[in-house]
């Protein structure tokens, strides 16, 4: 890890992390930096627009308590690793016959998402 794989939370200073992956010519970033500690996190160039308030709006992170950004990697609620969540989909759908079934795909990523839905194996 270097200086660029932390940053300090916007909202309570708590040193936070993202998910990086090697590209081959450098290290890039492919999930946004979170707060372990009051669960802020880094509002991403993809995420479907919604209302900000203005802290978040300069912070550039969403506040404390406040749902992740769309594009974020979730399972059971919580940012996870690209590695993580690729598993996780692997398990799922490994022999699975509706891996090609859009709404049941599209619904089980949208229950990963909830606090209840996913594990958090890796």
């Not at 270097?2 to 992956?21: G, K, L, W």
Request: hydrophobic share 30%; glycine share 12%; charged share 25%.
């Amino acid at each position: 890890m270097s200086a660029i794989d932390t940053e300090a939370c916007p909202y309570c200073s708590t040193i936070c992390r993202a998910d990086f992956v090697d590209i081959g010519v450098g290290m890039q970033q492919c999930g946004p930096y979170h707060c372990d500690n009051c669960g802020a996190s880094e509002i991403g160039p993809y995420d479907k627009e919604r209302p900000l308030t203005e802290r978040e709006r300069l912070a550039g992170w969403y506040g404390p308590g406040e749902p992740v950004g769309s594009t974020a990697n979730v399972i059971g609620g919580r940012i996870v690793s690209h590695v993580q969540a690729r598993s996780t989909y692997q398990r799922e759908f490994t022999g699975n016959p509706l891996w090609h079934d859009k709404k049941y795909v599209d619904d089980w990523w949208a229950a990963q998402r909830t606090a209840k839905g996913g594990d958090h194996a890796e």
